[in-house]
């Protein structure tokens, strides 16, 4: 038997009958073909494509940061409206209003703010469009403590009727759409060839399995590598893994209200997630990388903690990768990003001979 591959077909929102496909070539392992089974399975059942989190990082889209401010705020009123009471529940409110100037620094700053020659002046050009962190980190929270997570769901998650379990997963999908947009439209202006578009195919209720120890040898094999074209495994869980918790908090000490935070990949699915960005990959061209890694190697040692320990989860699990030329005619970032960029939507998936 020919081996299987994954078709997706994307069309142009405006434009349906304007269609293109690709071509996933999965890996020769287990886990990716447990990965297509699960795929199939998704396929089969019908299971409803999550759209609206499904393309990030492209800097010029319709779902603009005022469009995904506006978003929030809507799914924001919904769970403040919601009665807790009635469920014996305390109500939980959001106090956060979400505008563009309340998630990221504005394009410039106004001349009198700055004073010539000063160091602050350069800071604060350094900040323009950059991502406010903590905004966004308090949203995730938000959604961390209504939704809980797979082993230990929240009370608020459970009792929800679907609208506002709707709006609770919304504050995750567009937390990290935000984020990823925010940091595209900056990086398109600053340093353009390391804009990163990528594709997170999800679907709503995708039965999760467990990870094996066979499986578990891919975060050895990729680490935190990044490839123009491939495809990895989506993140099927909620809470931050170790290398957020030593990005995004300034490599703390692992005491037990962190470590707690902390959680290792457990499930694989049927969900993918492809990079259509410029390639990440350890000793090669990317010092800034790498010197990350080995402060993160060494946070994780003085922790006790072993950098090769594959049930850390440490990394991506690589499971396949597009057929760029037969897909496209080209190997071309640049002319694949124009050809993709008026088809970010996915019409169908399927898995084929």
Known sequence: MSQLEVKVTLQNPLDKQDTLDYYIVPDDTQLAKDWVTALNEILDKKLTLEKSFCFLGWPNTNRTVEYLCQKLNTAVEIINRYDYTTHNLPNYVIEDYFTPDAVRFPDTYPIETRTPGSPHSLEREALGLKLKHTIMNQLHNHFERLEGTVEKPSDYGQVSPPAVRNAIRQLNNICHELES??????KDQVAPEWVRPSQITTFLNAKRYQLTEEHRQGFLTNGYDRKFGHVYMHWTQIGKTLMEVFSDEGAPDLVDATCEA????QYYSGEFDIEWAKNIVRNKDCPWHDEHQLRFDNWLLKHGLDPKDPALSLG???????DLIRSFGTNNMQKIWTEMSNKLDIKTIKVVE
């Open 181 to 186: 947009l925010i940091l595209s439209q900056r």
């Open 262 to 265: 902390i959680t290792h990949l």
């Open 316 to 322: 991506y699990l690589h499971i396949g990768q597009v």
